[in-house]
């Protein structure tokens, strides 16, 4: 937290001792603290979400991937326009056991990495299958891929990969792949990564299925 306050710090004593200063340029740097007061909260949420987490129990219901997906494209849509990303959907009706909003907000979290680390105008894939007693489902990206050394710890809280991943410079705090591995956890399930530098990653949640698909 005190890399953006350093920022907000910083343009604040800088201004101030600028003679120069007018009312366009405090503007700017109003408009700049502004942007880091946005990542403080951000990560405060974070933070606060995994607080809330621990020993939490989920009310878990039967729901269909088909109730949770679209939900979860729909809140990621505007960024993937911006980089005139491709989201493909052809998860089917397959029903699983869990909450909903947490659901939803692991399938933000996973739709929001791939588009953060993939190029313009690639594609990103969402599908599943059923195996046993279990729902596989799998966001796959089109992106810069992720390094053998970055794999075990793409999971840690404030972990983030080489900046090599992407090429172009990409925010946040490290906590979003931390609060989906948390939200897997509640829901009795695992998530993994598999990465090729330079062809893509593929991130795969296993989820109990709902005694309705056995």
């Known amino acids: 937290m005190r890399t953006p306050l350093a920022a907000i710090q910083t343009e604040v004593e800088v201004a101030l001792r600028d003679p120069k200063l007018d009312q366009t340029m405090a503007v700017n740097i109003l408009r700049s603290n502004l942007e880091e007061v946005a990542k403080l909260k951000s990560l405060s949420d974070g933070l606060l979400r995994l607080a809330r987490e621990n020993g939490k129990t989920l009310?878990?219901?039967?729901?269909?991937?088909?109730?949770?997906?679209?939900?979860?494209?729909?809140?990621?849509?505007?960024?993937?326009?911006?980089?005139?990303?491709?989201?493909?959907?052809?998860?089917?009706?397959i029903a699983v056991l869990g909450d909903k909003q947490n659901l939803v907000e692991l399938v933000v979290i996973l739709l929001d990495n791939a588009i953060k680390y993939s190029d313009p105008k690639t594609t990103i894939k969402l599908s599943a299958r059923k195996h046993g007693k279990y729902v596989y489902l799998a966001v796959t990206d089109q992106g810069q891929g992720i390094k053998a050394s970055d794999l075990p710890h793409i999971f840690d809280r404030f972990y983030r990969a080489d900046s090599s991943r992407s090429k172009e410079k990409v925010s946040g705090y490290g906590l979003g792949l931390s609060i989906a591995k948390k939200i897997v956890d509640l829901h009795q399930g695992t998530i993994e990564a598999k990465s090729t530098p330079g062809k893509g990653s593929t991130f795969t949640v296993r989820l109990p299925i709902s005694p309705k698909e056995q």
């Open 59 to 93: 009310p878990i219901e039967s729901i269909s991937l088909e109730k949770i997906i679209p939900e979860a494209i729909s809140q990621v849509l505007a960024s993937a326009e911006a980089k005139d990303i491709t989201i493909a959907n052809s998860v089917s009706d």
